[in-house]
């Protein structure tokens, strides 16, 4: 089946989508490459361009929580969780966290007893990092990859391949929600149900600063590409802009019905797309403040991240139904508006194709035939006299 847009007369791709929530995705150094991953057990990596699933990788005793490449691109780190416990799995906050690497030429790194929550290389059974507490996040940065848990109150940042402590934060008065690393690395962000944003300085760590104005728990905060200012989420669907230097606030983006459960700037600052529970996104003018563009998916908003190329307009989101969905941001030079075209987008649910032989099948293009047999689907179809994307 294709989708055929009505506006510019163009095809949308339709890929396979998650059967169960979508936690994390990030684009690839590159900018190329998009990976995700799902409460159902598995990470995707898809052609950024195309949303064409090139590889996947998928657990029967764990959930995936979150993903993250390495700096250079040659490894995606994943925290999971082990199936085993009871507790809900609640998409911004991931109990019981264990850490699994995978490299992209084929070698596996893995973990062996989730309940110790250890790394062991599977060739040498050696353990390379246990963790103790829970893990909310993996942050990929210049100086190495970093593990990042928090308890009641507190921030633990953690080196990746040594397990050593690099720094530990405690000032919130309730539940860390959210942590952000400032690009300049001088500051880490954390996002607090105590109200608050606070700015940590990575040197001393100290209280750098704590940002006031939010009315409910923040639940999301992220840093500007070039670190001097934070954007955060609320319960109440609100997204403030601060200034990291003065700690004012700078705007105030109101629209959202229900709590904003993902914000991220554009790689050039002056706009936002966040995501709420209210199952829009919402594409915002940071100077000035306003609202250019809002778009309702087929479900809770998760996850959001913006292409990393530095002039790219595209972004991708993750919702709780499986789902994701490539967008792009077209400028209307004349009126200077925009809007946001869709690119592709994956569906959710576990349609199975094994045992569904396509050979000498007509009319297929060569991305059908690549998405049929990404959901079993056997043999090869008839390309003779077709015209092959």
């Known amino acids: 089946m294709r989708l055929w847009d009505i506006v510019s007369g163009g095809t949308r791709q339709i890929a396979i989508g998650y059967s169960e929530e979508m936690l994390s995705v990030v684009y690839s150094p590159h900018g190329d490459q998009v990976v995700s991953c799902s409460h159902d057990g598995s990470i995707r990596l898809r052609d950024a361009e195309s949303g064409v699933c090139r590889r996947t990788v998928t657990s029967d005793l764990h959930k995936v929580a979150n993903v ?35 490299s992209l030429p084929g070698n596996q790194v893995t973990s062996g007893d989730s309940g110790s929550r250890k790394i062991e290389d599977l060739k040498t059974k050696e353990c390379r990092l246990s963790i103790a507490g829970s893990v909310d996040s993996i942050m990929n940065l210049p100086k190495g990859i970093f593990i990042v848990s928090s308890d009641y109150r507190g921030v633990t940042i953690r080196e ?74 609320g319960e109440n669907g609100v997204v403030k802009v601060w200034d990291v230097g003065t700690g004012e606030c700078l705007c105030t983006l109101t629209g959202h019905a229900k709590q904003v459960t993902s914000v991220i700037f554009s790689p050039k600052g002056d706009r936002i797309v966040s995501g709420s529970y209210d199952k829009t996104i919402r594409l915002w003018g940071i100077a000035p403040d306003r609202c250019q563009a809002v778009q309702e998916l087929s479900s809770h908003v998760l996850r959001i991240a913006w292409s990393t190329k530095p002039d790219a ?17 077209i400028e209307d030079e004349d009126s200077k508006s925009c809007h946001i075209h869709w690119r592709w987008r994956t569906v959710s649910g576990g349609l199975n194709l094994e045992e569904t032989v396509i050979q000498d099948v007509r009319g297929l293009s060569q991305v059908n035939k690549q998405l049929l047999e990404q959901r079993g689907a056997e043999g090869e179809p008839s390309f003779r006299g077709e015209v092959r994307d």
């Open 68 to 102: 993250s490449y390495s700096q250079g691109g040659a490894l995606i780190v994943s925290g999971m969780v082990d199936r085993k416990n009871e507790r809900e799995l609640f998409p911004l906050f991931i109990p019981h966290t264990t850490i699994v690497v995978y």
């Open 160 to 233: 990746f391949e040594s397990g050593k402590y690099i720094h530990e934060f405690d000032g919130h008065s309730d539940k860390v929600m959210g942590v952000a690393y400032s690009p300049r690395d001088d500051l880490i962000a954390s996002a607090g149900r105590d109200t608050t944003v606070r700015l940590w300085d990575t040197e001393t760590g100290k209280c750098h600063r704590i940002l006031i104005g939010h009315a409910d728990c923040v639940w999301v905060v992220v840093f500007s590409p070039q670190g001097d200012q934070v954007a955060s989420g």
């Open 313 to 329: 307009n595209c972004f991708v989101v993750g919702c709780e139904d499986g789902s994701e969905w490539m967008g792009e941001v």
